[in-house]
């Protein structure tokens, strides 16, 4: 596998999705009910490819994952070729970027000595989609990228 088995629940929710992937490949739902019941192996391989699948069509069409930790937030733009970041660190050993009260600290605090700022860029062109699946299996969410371009603003200014 390339990525990672999707859920049960993701598996039901993307039924009628799964349903027109074995269609393709020539499996109705006599053969898949036969496969599952006598060649469980071969189920789980066709769900593992459908994993696949679904996970390169989702990547492909990432723009922006944020991560927050307790004293780090990472902000990412996700270009073709490249991801761009901003890592925001603070030295106070009291503030949780996981928290509401985190984040107000940060609004106020943006430019003060408890905080540091980086830029960063990382070349992805080798395999854009795993290397943005390894930020989101690390705790990245995926984003409309409000934080990512609010701050490349307040920045750039």
């Not at 999707?6 to 992937?21: A, G, N, S, V, W």
């Not at 070729?81 to 009260?101: C, G, H, L, M, Y």
Request: net charge negative.
């Amino acid at each position: 596998m390339k990525y990672a088995r999707l859920t049960k629940e993701q598996l039901e929710e993307l039924h009628p999705e799964f349903i027109t992937f074995l269609a393709t490949q020539s499996i109705d739902k006599i053969e898949w009910d036969d496969i599952k019941k006598n060649r469980p192996h071969v189920a789980e391989q066709e769900i593992d490819l459908f994993s696949d699948v679904i996970w390169d069509k989702a990547l492909t069409n990432v723009s922006y994952i944020d991560h927050f930790s307790k004293n780090y937030i990472f902000l990412f733009k996700c270009v073709d070729e490249a991801v761009f970041s901003w890592v925001v660190k603070t030295n106070n050993p009291q503030i949780d970027f996981v928290s509401a009260e985190g984040i107000h600290w940060l609004a106020d605090n943006l430019f003060s000595d408890d905080v540091e700022i980086t830029r960063g860029r990382k070349d992805i062109s080798a395999n854009r989609n795993v290397a943005l699946f390894e930020i989101i299996k690390q705790g990245g969410i995926i984003s409309k990228g409000e934080l990512f371009n609010k701050l490349d603003n307040l920045i750039n200014q």
